[in-house]
Nanobody, 124 residues
Framework: QAQLVESGGGLVQAGGSLRLSCTTS??????????MAWFRQGPGKEREFVAA??????NYADSVKGRFTISRDIAKNTMYLQMNILKSEDTAVYYC?????????????????WGQGTQVTVSS
């Protein structure tokens, strides 16, 4: 079954940057027809919305505005999250998701394909 695969996580110092990527594995799923998003889940916290994109960014969580940029490369069937000025509170497992083009963008229930997650740890 086609699924999403994230990469690019790691350990970084506060103030640093990382770029996450999300693409498909297993074949058969073209992300062209889906809106996509990043969510994250920190230690002891619920999964929360980070950012969403159709052809262009739809919205960002207030906590990441001005620091994170979501984008997608249709030709590469890949979505990205450029994360700058990272803070310790950004430490979380980051998940990518794909869902129907229309409808809400900031709730997990709006998405039906998910990746396994990639760990981002920001040291202070």
């Amino acid at each position: 079954q086609a699924q999403l695969v994230e990469s690019g996580g790691g350990l970084v110092q506060a103030g640093g940057s990382l770029r996450l990527s999300c693409t498909t594995s297993g074949g058969g799923l073209s992300l062209y027809f889906y809106k996509m998003a990043w969510f994250r889940q920190g230690p002891g916290k619920e999964r929360e919305f980070v950012a969403a994109v159709r052809w262009n960014p739809i919205n960002y969580a207030d906590s990441v505005k001005g620091r994170f940029t979501i984008s997608r490369d249709i030709a590469k069937n890949t979505m990205y999250l450029q994360m700058n000025i990272l803070k310790s509170e950004d430490t979380a497992v980051y998940y990518c998701a794909a869902g129907p083009w229309e409808g809400t963008s900031d709730y997990p229930s709006a998405y039906n394909y998910w990746g396994q997650g990639t760990q981002v740890t920001v040291s202070s």
